[in-house]
């Protein structure tokens, strides 16, 4: 039997978590997906299988102010931008779906990030 790969593992834990953790129109999801060079955040309305808000370390206005994606800082400034797209678009409650990832890092940032613009989970 071959070892499984730390992204099997990932994975894994992922499925165990969406379980329990469901987008809905009045608490969305806000799921995040950490590569080696970027962090993406989603607002997901799973009822309806919509995407509501994005952010990435991709938008232009984030290169801008972030030289590097893959470290905390731009984390940071995603959880930011998404957490003000929540708001504006009248969310203030979301699920946080971690994606498997440890509350660590680069995630554990863009949490702080989203919380200081005003969102609760």
Not at 28 to 44: D, E, F, G, M, T
Not at 48 to 58: M, Q, R, V, W
Not at 65 to 85: M, P, Q, R, S
């Amino acid at each position: 039997m071959a070892k499984k790969s730390r992204n099997d593992n990932r994975v894994a834990r992922h499925e165990r978590v969406r379980k329990n953790i469901s987008g809905t129109p009045d608490v969305p999801r806000l799921c995040v997906y950490r590569s080696a060079k970027n962090i993406y955040a989603q607002l997901i309305d799973d009822v309806n299988g919509k995407t509501l808000a994005a952010a990435s370390t991709l938008d232009k206005d984030i290169k801008e102010k972030a030289a590097y994606g893959g470290n905390k800082e731009a984390a940071k400034l995603v959880g930011e931008k998404i957490g003000k797209i929540a708001k504006e678009a009248g969310h203030e409650v979301v699920a946080f779906d971690r994606g498997g990832y440890l509350y660590h890092g680069r995630v554990k940032e863009l949490a702080e990030g989203a919380r200081e613009a005003g969102l609760q989970f």
